[in-house]
């Protein structure tokens, strides 16, 4: 699928391998998305889909302490398998999901170790992380694991969540739970919704044309300023 406003000759081929628990990868997703194929891009977005469904919320106090204990220890979920079109040969992949106690998602983590030379091997891959906050070893980490599956990072996208701490994880830990923090009186004044802002879903589709623009240009992808304000708190 690609729009009319971007010479054939210009035109990339994109590949988004995505994994998303609650749904806030997926909305940013869709911003970028549609961003590129506006700039005229080609682009296959293909979702990393566990083989027994991980559910969200996940019911408990209990059960949410038990997922942050298997994702700190970066327990691997197992995936079923990509569609055969993930295996040729893209100009840019996206590679996006959520940070889990620090770390990658167990689905993006079991694909790299499945796939991960097939996939990325001579591929130019740009992370794209939505978070609580803590995104930086989740970043590290996933660099040097794509690295090593011979893969170019030149540049990353990250949305935290536009709360300030603690209420930011007292928040997310709760909806996770179950629970419904932005509806309590004394936590909804500094927690007043889950997940990414209106504002970030617009900075998400502005990182988008952006992306498109360069990719069109042969601008380098380093040369972009993805670390905003609007972006991460």
Same mark, same amino acid.
């Given at each position: 699928m690609a729009a009319t406003n971007c010479p054939t000759g210009n035109q990339k081929k994109i590949l988004i391998l995505s994994y998303s628990f609650s749904g806030q990868t997926s909305g940013l997703l869709r911003q970028i998305q549609g961003a590129l194929i506006e700039a005229g891009h080609q682009v296959h977005k293909e979702r990393i889909t566990p083989c027994r469904p991980l559910k969200f919320p996940t019911g408990s106090i209990i059960s949410c302490l038990k997922m942050m204990v298997t994702t700190f220890l970066r327990f691997r979920v197992p995936i079923q398998e990509l569609s055969p079109i993930c295996q040729q040969s893209f100009d840019l992949v996206l590679l996006a999901g959520? +940070? #889990?106690?620090?770390?990658?998602?167990?689905?993006? =983590?079991?694909?790299?170790?499945?796939? !991960?030379?097939?996939?990325?091997?001579?591929?130019?891959? =740009?992370?794209?992380?939505?978070? &609580? !906050?803590?995104? &930086?070893?989740?970043?590290?980490?996933? +660099?040097?694991?794509?690295? &090593?599956?011979?893969?170019?990072?030149?540049?990353?996208m990250v949305?935290?969540?536009?709360?300030?701490?603690?209420?930011?994880?007292?928040?997310?830990? =709760?909806?996770?739970?179950?629970?419904?923090?932005?509806? #309590?009186?004394?936590?909804?004044?500094?927690?007043?919704?889950? !997940?990414?802002?209106?504002?970030?879903?617009?900075?998400?589709? &502005?990182f988008g044309s952006l992306l498109g623009q360069a990719l069109r240009q042969g601008q380098p992808l380093s040369t972009i300023d993805f670390a905003t304000s609007l972006a991460i708190f």
């Open positions: 959520p +940070t #889990w106690s620090y770390n990658p998602s167990g689905p993006i =983590l079991a694909l790299i170790d499945r796939d !991960g030379p097939s996939l990325f091997k001579g591929q130019v891959v =740009l992370p794209v992380i939505s978070c &609580r !906050g803590y995104w &930086r070893v989740h970043l590290f980490g996933l +660099t040097r694991m794509l690295q &090593r599956c011979g893969a170019s990072i030149p540049n990353s949305f935290s969540h536009p709360h300030k701490e603690p209420w930011r994880t007292i928040g997310v830990f =709760l909806k996770i739970s179950g629970k419904s923090p932005e509806r #309590w009186p004394l936590l909804r004044r500094y927690y007043s919704h889950f !997940g990414h802002s209106r504002e970030q879903q617009e900075e998400a589709c &502005r």
